[in-house]
C-alpha cells in the first residue's frame, strides 16, 4: 500500500481466536476461506499475530499469556524466526517465506506481527547484527522493556549498529515476501525510546525494496503526535485492544470523533479489530461474540464511515450466515473504499449522527446510543445535515443494510444500540 494507499486496509488477525497459540494449518484455513467468500469484497490481508516464534506460546496460558524468557526460534544474526513446530514449512532457514508463498497464491497478502526492539535471549546470547561488527547487547536498551510482555530489550537509538539491526529485520521480512506488519509496544511511546524506534522502523521499510504496510499498536495513540504517524506510518491504534463489551464500542465514538480531521490517504487511525463471530480460543474462553446484531451493525457503520482499517477477529472457518453478511454487503464496502469526507454532526444522549460523501454519493449514519428503540430523529436530521435528510424525505437513497428504499425513512424504529445508514 505504501503510503499513497487510498482506502484503508482490510484483513484477518489471528489473534482475537488464537490469542499466542495460531499454527500454520489454522492459518492457511482462514486465507483459504478469505480467498473463496470474501476476497472480492476488499478482504485481503491474512496476519500473523503474537509469538508465532515462541516455542512455548500457550503452554501454560492458566498462569501466562506470554511465557516468560520462552524458547524461542532465532538466527544468527539476532532475528527471530518461525517455531517450526507450529509452522514446519519454515525449517531450513525457509522462515514464513512458503506460507507468505501459499497465500500469495491466493490472491491475498500476508502479514506478522512484531514487537518493537531487540530479543532479550539476542542481548544474553550476544548474537550478531547483521552489516557490523557489533552484537546485540551493545545496541539493546535493558531499561527500555514492555510492561506486558518479556520478549523484548528496546533498542537504543543513538547505539551505532541500532538502524542496522531494523534494516536487516526488514530485509528478512522482504525476503520472505511480507506485506504487512503490526509492530507492537511502540504506538502509545510506553518507552522513552518508542518515536526513534517508529522511524527506524519507517526508514528499514523504505529501504527494503517492498510495498510493505506499517500498523503501530496498541493505543490510545497520542492525538498530538499525529503528524508523525503519518510520516512514518498506514495506521495506528487510537485505543487498547479492543473487545465485545458496549461500553468500549460507545467510547470509540468519542475517539473516532477526535481523530477524524485526522484521517487521511496512506494513513488511517485505527479502531482495532472487529470481535464478532467465535472468539477466544487461545485464551481459554471461546465463545459467540457478545454483541448483539444490532451492535455488530452498529460497530460495522462506525469503522466504515470514519474510514477505520477492518481486521476481522473471527475464526473464519466458523463464521455463520449473519455475521457473513456482515463482511460481504457491497454497498457498506463501496462506502468504506470510496469515502473522503466523514463527521460527526449531531449528538445528544439518544442519537448520534455522522454524514460523510464520495465523489458520487452521500451517506448519513444515525446511531441510536440508548437502551431502547427509538423513532427516527427527523427533526435532527434536519438540523445537522439539512440537504441530505431533504433527500431522504424525498425517497432518494438506500438503506445499506436493509436494502430498503428511504421512501420509509419516516416509519424506521432504530433498535437500541442500533443504527441505519443510508447512501444517498
Sequence with gaps: MGKNGTRPPMGWNSYDYYDTTVNEEQIKANADYMAKHLKPYGWEYIVVDIAWYSKEAGQKRDRF??????????????????DENRFPS??????????????H??????????????????AYLRTKIKNTSLTANEIADPNSICFWNPDMYGVNP???????????????????GVDFIKCDDICRMDAPSSREEIAMLHKAIEKCG??????????????????????????????????????????????????QPFVKDGGFPDCDMLPVGSLGKGFGDERFTRFTPDEQKTMMTLWCIFRSPLMIGAELTKLDEETLKLFTNDALYEMQKTIRTSREVYRDEEYIIWTGASDAKGYIAIF????????????????????????LVQGSGVEIWSGESADTVKARMIPAHGSLLYAI
Excluded at 519454515?90 to 497465500?103: M, N, Q, R
Excluded at 487510537?238 to 465485545?244: E, H, K, N, R, S
Excluded at 446510543?369 to 431533504?390: H, N, T, W, Y
Design 90 to 103: 519454515a525449517k531450513d532457514g525457509k522462515g514464513f517465506a512458503p506460507l507468505a508463498e501459499y497465500v
Design 158 to 176: 543513538k547505539a551505532e549498529g541500532a538502524q542496522e539491526y531494523y534494516d536487516s529485520l526488514l530485509e528478512l521480512y522482504a525476503q520472505w
Design 368 to 391: 441510536n446510543i440508548s437502551v431502547k428503540a427509538l423513532e427516527m430523529p427527523m427533526e435532527r436530521l434536519k438540523q445537522a445535515a439539512a440537504a441530505d435528510a431533504e433527500k
Design 65 to 82: 499469556q506470554y511465557v516468560p524468557f520462552a524458547l524461542m526460534d532465532m538466527d544468527e544474526y539476532s532475528r527471530l524466526l518461525p
Design 210 to 259: 517492498r510495498d510493505i504496510v506499517l500498523s503501530l499498536s496498541p493505543g490510545p495513540a497520542i492525538l498530538e503526535e499525529q503528524e508523525f504517524y503519518h510520516e512514518n506510518a498506514n495506521m495506528w491504534r487510537i485505543t487498547d485492544d479492543f473487545w465485545d463489551d458496549w461500553r468500549l464500542l460507545r467510547d470509540m465514538f468519542d475517539r473516532c470523533k477526535n481523530w
Design 105 to 122: 497464491s491466493l490472491g491475498l497478502k500476508f502479514g506478522i506481527h512484531i514487537m518493537r526492539g531487540i530479543p532479550r535471549r539476542a
